[in-house]
């Protein structure tokens, strides 16, 4: 797999941050085509359109992002129950054709999901 991260905006001091599968948190195995220079984006909630590339999501107040994922199976954990949208495609270029895939999911799923 590529190297995980996450992307968050922490504000107040009410707010929790847990990094990582705890009780209560679900996972999604997406199904990608692997590729240089690409990353994979889990974002709660769903988003209409994203820009190519879609940077605007590194300012987002929470997501996990894959970036360059070797495996064509990518689980990505710790979720908590809700509806999320993944975004493939890459991240510091604009993407040629339609641009990045843009797909939501709920958490927790029924299996895996193709991005292929």
Do not use: I
């Not at 905006?9 to 941050?17: E, I, N, P």
């Not at 085509?33 to 990353?39: F, L, N, W």
């Amino acid at each position: 797999m590529g190297e995980p991260a996450v992307v968050v905006q922490v504000a107040g001091a009410d707010m929790t941050l847990d990094l990582g599968p705890v009780p209560g948190t679900g996972s999604v195995t997406v199904l990608l085509q692997p590729e240089r220079g690409k990353a994979l984006w889990v974002v709660p909630g769903e988003l209409g359109a994203v820009g190519n590339p879609p940077t605007e999501l590194l300012r987002s107040r929470y997501a996990q992002l894959v970036y360059q994922p070797m495996s064509e199976r990518v689980v990505v954990q710790g979720l908590r129950p809700g509806r999320y949208t993944l975004v493939w495609g890459y991240f510091h270029a604009e993407m040629p054709g339609t641009g990045p895939v843009v797909r939501a999911v709920d958490v927790p799923s029924q299996g895996e999901v193709s991005l292929r």
